[in-house]
C-alpha cells in the first residue's frame, strides 16, 4: 500500500537546477566568521542550493559542545544576506522552530534522535501548524521504517506538504566502515511505498569519514535519490564536532564533480526496446524462481508430514548446516556471494519451517503467516 502523503514537488520550494541538487554547510555554527566565511566559500562554487549549519545540536554524551545557540540564527541571516543562499536548520522542539521561523531561516530538519521519538516530533508539527516551510526528517536512529514514515504523516498531517526525507544512515552496536549502516533497503522501501516523496541522502552522517563521503553519495544517485546533504567547513581540522566527516568547500567540489549523474526515466526508443527485451528475460526467470520455490515449499510440507508420523523435531541442525554449505559453495562458483546466498537459504529455510509447523500443527490455532514471517 503506498502512503497518502500530499506532497509538493522539491523544485517548489528549493533551487534544483544544479545537478545534482547538494545542501552544505559546516556540522555546526561555530563562530559568526566560520560560518559566513564558509558560506561564501559555498556560494562561489556556485553549486550549493542551500546552507545547513547546526545551531541546536543533541549530543549523545553530555559535555560535548551543544551547539551555539539562538545566536547563530543571526548569523545564518547574515550569510543568507550576504551570498543569497537559503539556510536550513535543525529543529528539535517547538521553541526551536519559533525562534528558526522568526530569524528567517529557509528549510527545517527533524534530525535522526527526534524523529524516534513520536511526543518531540508532535511537538514540532504543532508548532508548524499553519505556517508554509519546507521540512526535511531524518530517518530515525533506529531502522525502525515506521517510525520515520510516522514522522513524516505527523508533519504532513500539520499542514506541511514542502516535504522531504534525509536517509542518514542507522545506529549499530557493531564496528562497521560506516559511522551510521546505511541499510539501503530501508530508504527504497519508503521510496517505493512513497514514490513522490524527494529523498537527500547525507554521507557525511552515513560515513563519519570524508574518505567514503564520494562514494556513498554515487550510491545514493544510483539509487535515485534526488540530493545530497554535506558537512562543509572552512577548515575541518578545526572543527568543534564532526570533524573526521566534514570536507571544505574545494573538496567538496572535487567530490561533486566526480559524482556520474544517470537519468531516472528512459526516453530513447532504442534504450528502451533493449531494456524491455532484457527485462522480459527477468520476468520469465523469476517466475520460473517463484514455481520452484513454491514445489520447494510442497516437499517441506511432505517432509513435515512424514516428520509428524513418525515423532521428528521440525529443525534438523545437521541437513541445514549441510544445505547451507552446499548452497554458498555452488553459489560461489556462478559468482553469486556467500552472504546474500546465505540470506536467500535463511529465508527460504524460515518459511519451510512455517510450512512445516502449519502440517504438525493442523487443527492447532496457529498465529497468521504474517506475523510469523516477520517475527
Ligand atoms: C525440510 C526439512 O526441514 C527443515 C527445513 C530444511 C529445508 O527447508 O531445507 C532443512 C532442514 C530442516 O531444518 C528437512 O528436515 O529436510
New binding site residues.
Given amino acids: 500500500m503506498k502512503l497518502d502523503l500530499n506532497i509538493q514537488p522539491l523544485e517548489s520550494w528549493i533551487k534544483t537546477g544544479k545537478e545534482p541538487l547538494v545542501i552544505a554547510g559546516p556540522c555546526s555554527a561555530e563562530t559568526e566568521e566560520q560560518l559566513v566565511a564558509t558560506a561564501h566559500l559555498l556560494a562561489a562554487t556556485g553549486k550549493i542550493s542551500a546552507l545547513r549549519a547546526g545551531i541546536w545540536k543533541p549530543r549523545t554524551r553530555p559535555g560535548e559542545f551543544e551547539g551555539i545557540g539562538s545566536i547563530g540564527l543571526e548569523w545564518l541571516k547574515r550569510a543568507k544576506d550576504e551570498t543569497g543562499l537559503p539556510t536550513a536548520v535543525e529543529v528539535a522542539t517547538a521553541k526551536h522552530v519559533e525562534e528558526a521561523l522568526k530569524a528567517g531561516v529557509d528549510i527545517l530538519w527533524v534530525g535522526a534522535r527526534s524523529t524516534a521519538n513520536p511526543f518531540t516530533v508532535q511537538e514540532i508539527a504543532d508548532a508548524l501548524k499553519g505556517v508554509d516551510v519546507p521540512v526535511m526528517v531524518k530517518n530515525p536512529v533506529n531502522p525502525d521504517l515506521s517510525l520515520w514514515i510516522g514522522a513524516l504523516e505527523r508533519i504532513n498531517n500539520a499542514g506541511i506538504t514542502k516535504l522531504a526525507a534525509i536517509h542518514r544512515g542507522f545506529s549499530s552496536y557493531e564496528k562497521s566502515a560506516f559511522r551510521n549502516e546505511p541499510m539501503w533497503d530501508i530508504a527504497i522501501h519508503l521510496k517505493t511505498l512513497a514514490p513522490h516523496l524527494p529523498m537527500i541522502n547525507d554521507p557525511s552522517h552515513i560515513t563519519g569519514n570524508r574518505s567514503l563521503i564520494g562514494y556513498v553519495s554515487q550510491k545514493a544517485l544510483d539509487l535515485d535519490m534526488q540530493g545530497l546533504m554535506i558537512e562543509s567547513h572552512i577548515d575541518p581540522s578545526v572543527a568543534w564536532t564532526d570533524a573526521a566527516q566534514q570536507v571544505t568547500p574545494a573538496a567538496l567540489v572535487e567530490i561533486i564533480d566526480h559524482l556520474t549523474l544517470r537519468k531516472p526515466e528512459v526516453r530513447d526508443a532504442g534504450v528502451k526496446d533493449k531494456l524491455a527485451e532484457l527485462r522480459s528475460q527477468i520476468d520469465k526467470i523469476d517466475d520460473l524462481v517463484i514455481q520452484k520455490v513454491a514445489e520447494r515449499m510442497q516437499i ?1 510440507e511432505k ?1 513435515g508430514q512424514y516428520k509428524k508420523d513418525n515423532g521428528i523435531t ?3 541442525v545437521n ?2 548446516d549441510e ?1 547451507l554449505n552446499k548452497r554458498t559453495t555452488y553459489a560461489k562458483a556462478l559468482k553469486l556471494s556467500a552472504e546474500f546466498t546465505e540470506k536467500l537459504m535463511e529465508l ?2 524460515s518459511e ?2 512455517r510450512k ?1 509447523t502449519e502440517v504438525m500443527n493442523k487443527g492447532q490455532e496457529t498465529p497468521p503467516a504474517e506475523q510469523l514471517t516477520h517475527a
Fill in positions: 517441506a517432509i521440525i529443525l534438523q541437513r541445514w544445505i527460504l529455510h519451510s519451517i512445516q
